[in-house]
């Protein structure tokens, strides 16, 4: 049964006010949620018949999602970033500690940006179409019932951890740039993996997503400040930033509330429930892009 299929448009690029809001509120929530924003901004895409050109828009909604963590997570940046280069002038206990997990950081970064290139250059059109999608969200979610269900939570916290941890956490971080496949996910599920407690797992998860979406801003920085504003529309793109700003901020704060009381299961519940409705209700001939 096909529900949705892609209309066609006299303007296949113009985006309205009502589109950008619902795109804006779907990378919001979904950004740092286990359940992956790029693929809901594909179904989204998909339902709505929109076509994006390019990755311009993506990489523009994800500066406006990065600038809610930085927001957020302003006290425990200027802690990472002052004790990281204090260091050098003051080897202290507490100095070390922010060092070392500046470096987890970046260790993790790179890591991603050069596996995370060769899978996109690697990956073909079929991956952004819905049933991969559906079946990398059905992995996503066997993956959190997996770390929740038949692992033990460890309780080391950043003065405990090691290189090992950026490694393992910066793999799956690179993978996760498959469609379907959620980048919050995977790098919590992997920091779990390794014995790190939730909550280092998650402000981990969180602080490592800023040098990757700012990286990737940097490479599509040429589509974003040009063609993208005209092909799209100044209004909405300013909209769709505004939306996805204030949602991504609701989605932080609502997570990490979430997870102090709840379990990863129900996200994985999601996965399920989402992957099951695309197989019944969208057109698997469709590809995104």
């Not at 018949?49 to 963590?69: D, K, N, T």
């Not at 500046?102 to 970064?109: F, H, K, N």
């Not at 991603?112 to 990956?123: F, N, P, Q, R, V």
């Not at 469609?179 to 280092?200: A, D, F, N």
Request: hydrophobic share 55%.
């Amino acid at each position: 049964m096909l529900l949705f299929k892609k209309q066609m448009r006299e303007n296949k690029y113009i985006m309205s006010y009502l589109e950008a809001i619902i795109f804006g509120v779907v990378q919001g929530i979904t950004e740092f949620l286990p359940i992956s924003s790029t693929a809901h901004i594909i179904l989204t895409a998909i339902i709505l018949g929109y076509e994006f050109p390019g990755l311009a828009f993506e990489v523009f909604l994800h500066q406006a999602s990065v600038l809610a963590i930085i927001l957020y997570f302003r006290k425990d940046l200027v802690q990472v970033v002052s004790g990281f280069f204090s260091y050098f002038k003051e080897k202290n206990q507490v100095n070390k500690v922010h060092f070392y997990f500046g470096l987890y950081i970046i260790v993790a970064t790179i890591i991603t940006g050069g596996l995370g290139l060769l899978i996109k250059d690697l990956s073909m059109d079929f991956m952004k179409s819905p049933n991969f999608i559906a079946v990398a969200l059905t992995i996503t979610g066997c993956l959190l019932i997996f770390i929740e269900r038949f692992h033990k939570y460890g309780s080391r916290i950043e003065k405990d951890m090691t290189f090992l941890d950026s490694i393992v956490v910066g793999l799956a971080q690179a993978i996760a740039v498959l469609p379907g496949l959620s980048r919050s996910g995977l790098t919590l599920i992997s920091g779990l993996w390794v014995g790190l407690s939730r909550e280092t797992a998650v402000k981990y998860s969180f602080l490592l997503a800023i040098p990757v979406i700012l990286g990737a801003s940097v490479l599509a920085f040429g589509d974003v400040s040009a063609g993208m504003w005209a092909e799209i529309g100044f209004g909405p793109l300013i909209v769709a930033f505004a939306a996805t700003f204030v949602f991504s901020m609701i989605g932080i704060i609502w997570l990490i509330d979430f997870l102090k009381k709840s379990k990863l299961v129900y996200f994985a519940a999601y996965c399920f429930i989402v992957a099951i409705l695309i197989f019944l209700f969208l057109d698997s001939t469709v590809v995104f892009g």
